[in-house]
């Protein structure tokens, strides 16, 4: 169908019956200065200054799926793939999917057409060079794939991606593209190319989009909520559903940035000394896997 967004968008559907039923679990492998939240604060010149924390928490990640025997999707940003090599190789060699988050953080729509293709294409080269097989997959910063920078799907596919989760279906202040379908579907571009979308999880309540795909939401809603919402839209749409987490939501020792906006505060740190718990709750009481387990079984 014509999207009103100005491509067209094709809505697909699943074998559940050769897939069995689980949800996507995904990481954005960044560190905590790397958070758009931090951004007006900690400038990209300054992240080698602040201390990593990025190993050790995706370690206790790594921990956390190994308990319960998951595989999960990691997004790794260029940058870090960069300076934890080794971090780079462990996910992968533990049998996870490895994805591309980009290589600087940036909002892709601060960014130029040229700019993205480069720098995108840097991360996919360092990503692809530690893990030795092919980067499908690929999730902008900050969810930043909106309608000033719809663009970068055409880059993208150029590039070799063929799945993406980065439209979030709501009204954001930073991100969002809302109207678009809340399922997976794909995008056919005026140029020709072809993508793979998967949106991030909303849940209707009386009409209204509310996100339940996991990070600040996770965080800063009621556990029972938060779950009773993806309960929710698992129910009405009988498809796996998108969830993320980054290692600094379980990251009880992270260094406190200040000057930062109260609203910034709100959204980085809130809820952060109960985040690993919750997971844990999550992951016994939902089923996860890696992203590509879905995209093989659309249609
Ligand atoms: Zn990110």
Known sequence: MNSPLGFSTRCLSFESETLGFHHMMSVDVEDYYHASALSEVIKPQHWKDWPSHVDKNTDCLLQLFDERVIRATFFILGWVAEKSPHL???????????????????????????????????????IEALCARDVLGYRAASYSITMESLWAIDILAKLGFVWDPSIFPIYHDRYGMPGTPDIPYEICTEYGAKIIEFPLTIANVFGACVPAAGGGYFRQFPYWLFSRLFKKTEAEHQLPQMFYIHPREVDQQQPEVKGLSRLSQFRHYRNINCCQKRLQKMLVYFEFGPVSDLYKNLH
């Open 88 to 126: 780079i190789r462990r996910i992968s060699e533990e049998g996870h999917e490895i994805a591309c988050h980009g290589y600087s953080h940036q909002l892709i729509y601060q960014k130029s057409p040229e700019e993205f293709r480069e720098e995108t294409y840097r991360a996919k080269s360092v």
